[in-house]
């Protein structure tokens, strides 16, 4: 560890103000504007330490700008609508979503892209690969612009921090980041507390002792804004994460670093942090709003909803036999259960009135 290391920095920061909370600590080694892994990588990729559907596959953003078309139909077409994409990544998704608007001119010419990213680094990829389409770039969702809404993010919601609660004897504690006699940073349990008891999701409170629980305030911080956003002007939101549905217990925090897991703790800044993203919180939080909410359905099940099949049929005849083979393979990963199929897990929220969403036909009428 050198001195000006950031696990230097958040040991002097535990050493100055006591344990931090996991959701600190996630803040500090994904955020630090000098050291924080968002400030200095371009994480996807190959190259990078994960891999996201947009990359593995063109069919991912076109048929969800298929999804948006079909929303911004029912919404009456709007002549402008602000279409955001929370935490774009390199620009991938966006790119394919507005090849796919394109066939239809009138919502492509209605589209205003509003990219939310944190990062400079992949602000500057963004930039490049989507200056034909002028977007604007704000840091949180409260920037956008009011109005009717499109809205797409994913695996951006497992990037945000979590809390992490450990079930003791009695009561609820705090599982926070400390340090051990030698200076490394350890997890360590707060103390237990009948407060932090009402901070864990109902479903899970009455776990065994050494149940370990997660919650992501500003995940529901954003869906509650999201839903109240949906009350007062017509739109739709698209959210795709891994994660679970009902609500689960943890603990889910991993760090990756080159597409392995490493220890969370060792050497902050370096390596991807990521946690399940629970559904039901975000769609209860959305809901209590006023937003209706649709799913999640897996992965597998909404892309072959929206035809995903027919799409890459329609690609493969004009392909050579080396990029049939690639299209093919790329797009059985993100509907094979065993891969990015079932995990992955797609949930819509809309304005309340609005019909289900393609893909959710199935799943009900508005809850
Ligand atoms: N959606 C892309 C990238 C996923 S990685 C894809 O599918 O390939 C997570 C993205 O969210 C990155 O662009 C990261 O910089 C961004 N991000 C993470 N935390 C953020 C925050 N708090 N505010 C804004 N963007 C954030």
């Given at each position: 560890m050198t001195e000006d290391s950031l696990a230097a920095r958040i040991a002097r920061h535990i050493r100055a103000t006591g344990p931090l909370s996991v959701a600190a600590y996630m803040t500090m080694a994904l955020h630090d504007r000098e050291a924080g892994y968002y400030a200095r990588h371009s994480p996807i990729g190959a190259a990078g330490d994960?891999?996201?559907?947009?990359?593995?596959?063109?069919?991912f953003g076109e048929l969800i700008g298929l999804w948006c078309a079909d929303l911004w139909d029912r919404m009456g077409r709007p002549a402008r609508i602000t279409l955001a994409e929370l935490g774009p990544g390199r620009g991938t998704l966006a790119g394919d979503l507005l090849r796919a608007a394109a066939a239809l001119p009138p919502f492509r010419c209605a589209l205003d892209l509003v990219l939310v990213e944190a990062s400079?680094?992949?602000?500057?990829?963004?930039?490049?690969?989507?200056?034909?389409?002028?977007p604007r770039w704000v840091e949180h969702f409260e920037e956008l612009p009011p109005g009717p809404l499109l809205?797409?993010?994913?695996?951006f919601f497992d990037a945000l921090p979590i809390r992490q609660f450990v079930r003791g004897r009695a009561h609820w504690a705090e599982r926070r980041v400390g340090l051990d006699p030698a200076g490394n940073l350890v997890f360590i349990a707060g103390p237990e507390d009948p407060a932090i008891d009402l901070l864990v999701p109902a479903a899970l409170r009455t776990a065994g002792c050494g149940?370990?629980?997660?919650?992501?305030?500003?995940?529901l911080a954003l869906t509650a804004a999201l839903g109240r956003r949906l009350t007062e002007a017509p739109g739709a939101a698209l959210i795709v994460d891994y994660g679970y549905f009902p609500s689960a217990l943890g603990p889910t925090l991993r760090a990756l670093r080159q597409h392995r897991p490493v220890p969370v703790l060792a050497a902050p800044g370096t390596a991807d942090l990521s946690a399940h993203v629970?559904?039901?919180?975000?769609?209860?939080?959305?809901?209590?709003?006023?937003?209706?909410?649709?799913?999640?359905?897996?992965?597998?099940?909404?892309?072959?909803?929206?035809?995903?099949?027919?799409r890459l049929a329609a690609l493969a005849a004009g392909a050579t036999p080396t990029q049939r083979r690639d299209l093919a393979s790329g797009l059985e990963r993100l509907l094979d259960p065993r891969e990015m199929g079932t995990l992955f897990k797609a949930l819509a929220l809309v304005s309340p009135g609005l019909p289900a969403p393609p893909g959710f036909a199935e799943e009900g009428s508005p809850r």
């Open positions: 994960f891999v996201t559907a947009p990359e593995v596959s063109q069919i400079p680094v992949l602000r500057r990829v963004q930039q490049q690969r989507l200056a034909a389409a002028r809205l797409v993010a994913n695996e149940a370990v629980a997660e919650i992501c305030p500003p995940a629970d559904f039901a919180a975000l769609a209860e939080a959305a809901r209590a709003a006023g937003a209706a909410s649709f799913g999640p359905v897996p992965q597998g099940r909404f892309l072959q909803a929206l035809g995903a099949e027919l």
